[in-house]
């Protein structure tokens, strides 16, 4: 599994992104995804993950603001992060973890891009 994010960027308040993640690995159809951020003294958490069935969730805090989706024919996990706010300010993780479903509240078991810088003011 080879994630590369990019999207990220300065925005202000109320303004949108679209992060990408493109996976290079050979397992992209078995494979569950999401997107994870770290604000600075903070720790990771997790922002929504895709299953391979498609079924999303969502982190309370970005819940209708934020929608994941992915696109198997381009081996694509993307974010579309709108209504953004200062709180949003974090560096993005794009993951991927070799199961049918992924756990949002755990960081074990993923395979981890380098993150894209998303700031919001």
């Known amino acids: 599994v080879q994630l590369v994010e990019s999207g990220g960027g300065s925005v202000q308040t109320g303004g949108t992104l679209r992060l990408s993640c493109a996976d290079s690995g050979k397992r992209y159809r078995s494979s569950c995804m999401g997107w994870f951020r770290q604000a600075p003294g903070k720790e990771r958490e997790g922002v929504a993950t895709?299953?391979?069935?498609?079924?999303?969730t969502y982190a309370d805090s970005v819940k209708g603001r934020f929608t994941i989706s992915k696109d198997n024919a381009k081996t694509t996990l993307y974010l579309q992060m709108n209504s953004l706010k200062p709180e949003d300010t974090a560096m993005y993780y794009c993951?991927?973890?070799?199961?049918?479903?992924?756990?949002?509240?755990?960081?074990?078991?993923?395979?981890w891009g380098q993150g894209t810088q998303v700031t919001v003011s």
């Open positions: 895709i299953d391979v069935d498609g079924s999303t």
């Open positions: 993951a991927a973890a070799l199961a049918l479903r992924c756990r949002i509240a755990t960081l074990d078991g993923y395979y």
